[in-house]
């Protein structure tokens, strides 16, 4: 499966974003997504995850309650709404794919990487 990451940009602080990943290729619905984040100078870090299910859903502790990580099987498209932004948020978006797999918090857990869509949340 290849992904495309998209849906980054500038927003101020407080402010609210949804970055999309959308993957080419069959049976979508077997696949986990994931979203990591990797800010200037620090190493790459677990945002969220989605089962392939769907029906579990997992978040980092910084962002819960904030940040909603979704799928849409039909357009082959998971989708991160990212809501009270704030600076500490700002990063390059990473998705990232599994097939037949609940959960991982950790990068080498997922065998298929998106580009990165930048996030920038000014104070």
């Known amino acids: 499966v290849q992904l495309q990451a998209s849906g980054g940009g500038l927003v101020q602080a407080g402010g609210s974003l949804r970055v999309s990943c959308v993957a080419s290729g069959r049976a979508f619905d077997t696949y986990a997504i994931a979203w990591f984040r990797q800010a200037p100078g620090k190493e790459r870090e677990f945002v969220a995850a989605?089962?392939?299910?769907?029906?579990?859903?997992y978040y980092t502790d910084s962002v819960k309650g904030r940040f909603t990580i979704s799928r849409d099987n039909y357009k082959n498209t998971a989708y991160l709404r990212m809501n009270s932004l704030k600076p500490e948020d700002t990063g390059v978006y990473y998705c990232?794919?599994?097939?037949?797999?609940?959960?991982?918090?950790?990068?080498?857990?997922?065998?298929?990487w998106g580009q990165g869509t930048l996030v920038t949340v000014s104070s």
């Open positions: 990232a794919a599994r097939r037949l797999y609940d959960y991982g918090s950790v990068a080498s857990d997922y065998d298929y």
């Open positions: 989605i089962s392939y299910t769907g029906a579990g859903t």
